[in-house]
T-cell receptor
Framework: DTGVSQDPRHKITKRGQNVTFRCDPI?????LYWYRQTLGQGPEFLTY????????KSRLLSDRFSAERPKGSFSTLEIQRTEQGDSAMYLC???????????FGPGTRLTVL | AQTVTQSQPEMSVQEAETVTLSCTYD???????LFWYKQPPSRQMILVIR??????QNATENRFSVNFQKAAKSFSLKISDSQLGDAAMYFC?????????????FGKGTKLSVKP
C-alpha cells in the first residue's frame, strides 16, 4: 500500500445524473476525510469518518451528497442530481493521528455539463 | 470559526535563491496545529512542514523552515536554495486538537514559480 487512491480520476457527467466516487485510504489509518477543491481555491472540508462512523459533515454537504465508509475501510461519496456547481476536484485524505499529517489522494475531477 | 489567509496569489523566485510565502490565520482555539502543503501541477498534495502551536521553536525540514509568530497569528514558509521541483501551489492550513475533528482549514494558496 503506497498511499491513498481514488477512483475514478476523472468523471464527466450530465446535469441531473448521479455519480459515485471511491477512496481507498492507507490501510492502517482510521480517519478519512473528504474535501472539495474548486479552481483557484484551497480544499474545503466536506465530511469526516473515524473508522465507519461519520462524525462530522460540513454545511457544504447538501442533501444531495452522501458518504459512507462501510467496515471502516474504503469510502464512497455519492452526489445525486448533479448540478454544474458541483464541478470540482474531490479530494480524499486519510490519517492515523488527528494531530499529524493527512495523506491526500490524487483526487477525482468532476465535470458536470 | 477558523480562517486562513494567503495574501500572495503568485510568487516567483530564481533558482538557488530564497523565497518566503506568507500566511495568517485566525482561531479561537488555544491548541491547534499548522501545516504547509505543496500541490504540484496535476499531482497530489503532499506535506511540506508541520508546526504545533504550543511549540515555540520554529519547525524546519531541510530547505524548508517556518517563521511562526503566535501572537501575530502568522505562519510563513521560507524555502532556501530554491529548486525547479519546488514549483507548485503551496497551501497553508490549520487544524484543531481534540474533539472528533482534525479536519483542516486551507488558505487559497500561493502559486510559486521557479526561474532557471
Amino acid at each position: 500500500d503506497t498511499g491513498v487512491s481514488q477512483d475514478p480520476r476523472h468523471k464527466i457527467t450530465k446535469r441531473g445524473q448521479n455519480v459515485t466516487f471511491r477512496c481507498d485510504p492507507i490501510s492502517e489509518h482510521n480517519r478519512l476525510y473528504w474535501y472539495r477543491q474548486t479552481l483557484g481555491q484551497g480544499p474545503e472540508f466536506l465530511t469526516y469518518f473515524q473508522n465507519e462512523a461519520q462524525l462530522e459533515k460540513s454545511r457544504l454537504l447538501s442533501d444531495r451528497f452522501s458518504a459512507e465508509r462501510p467496515k471502516g475501510s474504503f469510502s464512497t461519496l455519492e452526489i445525486q442530481r448533479t448540478e454544474q456547481g458541483d464541478s470540482a476536484m474531490y479530494l480524499c485524505a486519510s490519517g492515523g493521528d488527528p494531530y499529524n499529517e493527512q495523506f491526500f489522494g490524487p483526487g477525482t475531477r468532476l465535470t458536470v455539463l | 470559526a477558523q480562517t486562513v489567509t494567503q495574501s500572495q496569489p503568485e510568487m516567483s523566485v530564481q533558482e538557488a535563491e530564497t523565497v518566503t510565502l506568507s500566511c495568517t490565520y485566525d482561531t479561537s482555539e488555544s491548541d491547534y496545529y499548522l501545516f504547509w502543503y505543496k500541490q504540484p501541477p496535476s499531482r497530489q498534495m503532499i506535506l511540506v512542514i508541520r508546526q504545533e502551536a504550543y511549540k515555540q521553536q520554529n519547525a524546519t525540514e531541510n530547505r524548508f523552515s517556518v517563521n511562526f509568530q503566535k501572537a501575530a497569528k502568522s505562519f510563513s514558509l521560507k524555502i532556501s536554495d530554491s529548486q525547479l521541483g519546488d514549483a507548485a501551489m503551496y497551501f497553508c492550513a490549520s487544524g484543531n486538537y481534540g474533539g472528533s475533528q482534525g479536519n483542516l482549514i486551507f488558505g487559497k494558496g500561493t502559486k510559486l514559480s521557479v526561474k532557471p
